[in-house]
Each structure stands twice: as structure tokens, then as C-alpha cells.
Nanobody, 130 residues
């Protein structure tokens, strides 16, 4: 698996925005799909968004219209822009890279997405609270 590192978490009020970054130093980064995941307190890790090597993207229903994922292969980074945050978005956010297509997650609930990824970083904390 590709090694990646998350950054950019923090604390915001409801309605606020945060920008998370997933970075890699590996030269094969452009050939891997990258997913963002989160683990809310007391819950299992679930998928949030995924971008394939061709730049196509998918989103969990809970974040559609609010979150945006983009990849920047020259910098070996994937950005997750999060807007209109709610307390339900609170959790530890992880990214991971795998040699798959994100379309494999279509028709599957987000709790199944992490099963296809094998290497996890430390994550970055996102707290949405007033």
C-alpha cells in the first residue's frame, strides 16, 4: 500500500469550513485511488469520499453538496474541502490509497468502503461544536 499522511483538522463552529490534506511522497501516487474516511466517537470508520486515478469522484450521501475532493498529482496530494459542517461531521478523518477504482464502492454503504483499504495513518481530528 501507499503511505499517506493527513493534516488540516481543527475545531470549527457549525456552518464552518475546513480543508484537509492527504500527502504522499511516493512516485506511484498518481496511479492510486485515494479515499477519505472518518470515525465518529463510538462508531465504526466509514467512507466519506474517494477519487480515482482519472480524477473521477464519489461521495457518501451524508456529505454530498457540502464536501469536495480534488487530487493534485504534481504535489502528490488529495484535498478534502468541507463546508457547512455540522456536529455530525465530528470525528477523526483518515485518508488511504489503494490500487482500485472508487467505482467499486457504488451501491455499497460507506461503512463497507474501509474494507478495501489496508494501510491507515494517524488521522486528523475534526471537531464541530458551538
Amino acid at each position: 500500500q501507499l503511505q499517506v499522511v493527513e493534516s488540516g483538522g481543527g475545531s470549527v463552529q457549525p456552518g464552518g469550513s475546513l480543508r484537509l490534506s492527504c500527502a504522499s511522497s511516493e512516485i506511484l501516487f498518481a496511479y492510486y485511488s485515494v479515499g477519505w474516511f472518518r470515525r465518529a466517537p463510538g462508531k465504526e470508520r466509514e467512507g466519506v469520499s474517494c477519487t480515482s486515478k482519472d480524477g473521477s469522484t464519489i461521495y457518501a450521501d451524508s456529505v454530498k453538496g457540502r464536501f469536495s475532493i480534488s487530487r493534485h498529482n504534481a504535489n502528490k496530494t488529495v484535498i478534502l474541502e468541507m463546508n457547512a459542517l455540522t456536529p455530525e461531521d465530528t470525528g477523526t478523518y483518515y485518508c488511504a490509497a489503494e490500487n482500485i477504482r472508487c467505482t467499486v464502492f457504488l451501491g455499497h454503504t460507506p461503512d463497507k468502503w474501509p474494507l478495501r483499504f489496508g494501510s491507515w495513518g494517524q488521522g486528523t481530528q475534526v471537531t464541530v461544536s458551538s
